[in-house]
């Protein structure tokens, strides 16, 4: 199964793409996972993106779409796209990078959630710098204050997301991905669309309910 989680900043693909690896036994394949993992690695991929990252600005797609075939050539299962395709030219290459591999996109699922809960979350969220688990001091704390459950580092805020950071996030979203939706409703895969406002649960088990078909 291949299918695109679409939505804003902290609309909770990151959250969601990991519970579908769980129950379906995929890969997520997160492009800001990717690209966070080389600028704490201090690659020169890492070097160069840090600075679009930091200014709430997109990669550029040439980059991005290199990373996402590099990656592709290594993995044998299915695929839970997060943050990616988030320009027509990504979606571009994706689906000819999906041609030459002979897969097929099962689904999109745009997560939908309004700008007051994307900031809020976004404030809220802490991520674990030694294993990467992402918490949230509103709604998912660590267990004790201040220590990540899995492995007892400090969980700590993202460098991009400051206010301002997070509000030019939001722009490009809107501007650069947001149109994607049309895209894809154009395209014989199916487009699915659902609220993510829910508490995580919920928003998992509708997920479940129109992936558990295709799956099967
Ligand atoms: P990326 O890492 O992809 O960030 P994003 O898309 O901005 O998404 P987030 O990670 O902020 O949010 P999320 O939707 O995953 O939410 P999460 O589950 O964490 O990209 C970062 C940067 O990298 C980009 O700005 C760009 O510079 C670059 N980049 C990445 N991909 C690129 C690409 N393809 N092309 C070009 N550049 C690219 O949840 C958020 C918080 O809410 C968490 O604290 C979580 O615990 C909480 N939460 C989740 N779900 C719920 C819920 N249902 N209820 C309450 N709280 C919840």
Redesign the pocket.
């Known amino acids: 199964m291949h299918l695109i989680l679409l939505?804003?900043?902290?609309?909770?693909?990151?959250?969601?793409?990991a519970l579908l690896t769980e129950r379906y036994g995929i890969v997520r394949l997160?492009?800001?996972?990717l690209?966070?993992d080389a600028v704490r690695e201090g690659t020169a991929l890492g070097r160069d993106?840090k600075r679009?990252?930091d200014a709430?600005?997109?990669?550029p797609?040439e980059v991005?779409v290199g990373l996402v075939r590099d990656v592709m050539a290594r993995v044998d299962t299915g695929v839970v796209f997060?943050?990616?395709?988030?320009?027509r030219a990504?979606a571009e290459g994706l689906t000819s990078l999906l041609e030459d591999l002979g897969r097929p996109l099962d689904a999109v699922v745009v997560?939908e959630v309004g700008d007051e809960e994307l900031v809020r979350?976004?404030a809220?969220?802490?991520i674990c710098p030694e294993c990467g688990a992402?918490?949230?001091v509103?709604?998912?704390p660590t267990r004790v204050p201040g220590v990540c459950d899995v492995c007892g580092a400090e969980p700590r805020s993202r460098p991009?997301?400051a206010e301002e950071t997070v509000r030019r996030?939001l722009s490009?979203y809107r501007e650069q991905t947001a149109p994607l939706i049309d895209y894809y409703r154009a395209s014989p895969t199916a487009v699915h669309v659902i609220d993510?406002?829910?508490?995580?649960d919920e928003?998992a088990a509708e997920l479940a309910g129109l992936l558990d078909p295709i799956r099967a």
């Open positions: 939505g804003a900043p902290g609309a909770g693909k990151g959250t969601q793409g997160s492009t800001g996972d690209l966070r993106a679009y990252m709430g600005e997109l990669v797609d991005i997060d943050g990616f395709p988030r320009t990504q997560v979350r976004i809220g969220r802490r992402t918490y949230n509103h709604d998912q991009d997301d996030r490009v993510g406002a829910r508490p995580v928003v």
